[in-house]
């Protein structure tokens, strides 16, 4: 039985601040690289396939509702098989801090201290994390909550500042690329989502009210896709798709561009003010589901013990990939594509089929919590 819980509200802020960060500062430049214009609309079939990622990990965790993917994987095959999903998992979240770190790094570095050496932004994410996680998923579900009101403020300041050179004559032709073109290049967005799906497989059974996961998990994605969708549109109409495409944090040279009159002329130090609880929301909730993947391979009693070799380790790997700008933007676009969308469509897929075998396990467990 999960002692900690956290609301559904919380649950949501966190979907949204899981996705945010990464999928307007670097996402949208990649896909720009692939299909200019249509950057928006790849953006676009990327929610709609987050959503069904999403679905999918929620119904697979209400086979078990009171163990998450590594509890369940272990419910289904035996110990061994739940440390090798453990382990697989360990990996993702491994992989997943070097696409944060470099989302938050080159947010800061590039664009705010670039006098600053590297290993200050990875030591101030590492220190600030791993702070928020001894305080409890509690802790950090609230700070998600006020990063989600940091989300809207800065969307709402952007459409004001970006309006007045906005052209809407920069979005056509719509589909100037081919359908099946835009729908392969949401597979950028995509290892977005598949973060946020893999942290619900983790922290779900965490969540109050199973009877309205699917709700909150599919608002969750929605309210997450409209804020980074306008992003992309908004870059498109102001900047010109072939602009952002030669940026590795298009958004902020798309602050650069907003203006409110004689007041609001530096944007990027109103961005770097809300968009850091997001990325930070990143950051934390990477090490928190990765102390849970070390927790269950070793077979620990609480993860917090795991919480710092953990940090430990993924913040390495993400001061690795960010130190060369090439290294990171070719991890980010080939290997992290590759490793996110197998692991997050393949776990939930193969728990999906076990507990079709193994239904009757799944009914004696779940006789067993009540």
Not at 39 to 58: K, P, R, V
Not at 78 to 96: N, P, R
Not at 150 to 167: A, C, P, T, V, Y
Not at 343 to 357: E, K, R, S, T, W
Request: contains cysteine.
């Amino acid at each position: 039985m999960q002692k900690v819980r956290i609301s559904n509200g919380m649950f949501m802020a966190l979907i949204i601040n899981m996705v945010y960060a990464k999928a307007i500062g670097l996402t949208q430049g990649s896909i720009a690289r692939e299909v200019g214009g249509d950057m928006w609309i790849s953006t676009f079939f990327s929610s709609i396939q987050g959503c069904l990622m999403m679905l999918l990990t929620i119904y697979v965790i209400r086979q078990s509702p009171e163990s998450n993917i590594l509890g369940q994987s272990e419910l289904l095959l035996g110990k061994w098989f739940g440390k090798i999903i453990s382990l697989i998992l360990f990996l993702f979240f491994v992989g997943a801090a070097g696409a944060v770190y470099t989302t938050f790094v080159y947010h800061l570095k590039d664009y705010f201290l670039p006098e600053a050496p590297t290993i200050i932004f990875v030591i101030a994410g590492f220190i600030i994390a791993v702070f928020a996680l001894y305080h409890g998923i509690e802790v950090i579900g609230r700070m998600a909550l006020i990063g989600v009101f940091s989300i809207l403020m800065l969307n709402i300041l952007i459409i004001f500042g970006s309006i007045r050179d906005f052209d809407i004559r920069e979005l056509m032709p719509l589909f100037q690329y081919g359908v099946l073109p835009d729908l392969w290049a949401s597979r950028h967005n995509n290892t977005d989502w598949a973060m946020a799906t893999m942290m619900a497989a983790v922290i779900l059974p965490m969540v109050k009210e199973k009877n309205t996961w699917k709700r909150s998990g599919a608002l969750g994605i929605v309210l997450g896709g409209a804020f980074v969708i306008i992003w992309p549109i908004l870059e498109t109409g102001v900047l010109t798709a072939e602009v952002a495409g030669q940026y590795i944090v298009s958004c902020m040279q798309m602050a650069r561009s907003a203006q409110i009159g004689l007041f609001f002329h530096r944007y990027e130090m109103i961005m770097i003010a809300f968009f850091s609880l997001s990325a930070l929301t990143q950051i934390i909730m990477t090490f928190f589901c990765a102390a849970v993947s070390i927790q269950n391979l070793i077979g620990m009693k609480s993860h917090k013990p795991a919480i710092l070799p953990a940090s430990l380790i993924l913040s390495g790997f993400g001061y690795w990939v960010v130190l060369d700008h090439h290294r990171a933007i070719d991890y980010i676009e080939t290997y992290w594509v590759t490793l996110a969308m197998s692991i997050a469509i393949g776990i939930p897929l193969m728990v999906l089929v076990l507990g079709f075998i193994f239904r009757k396990k799944l009914k004696q467990s779940k006789s067993a919590s009540m």
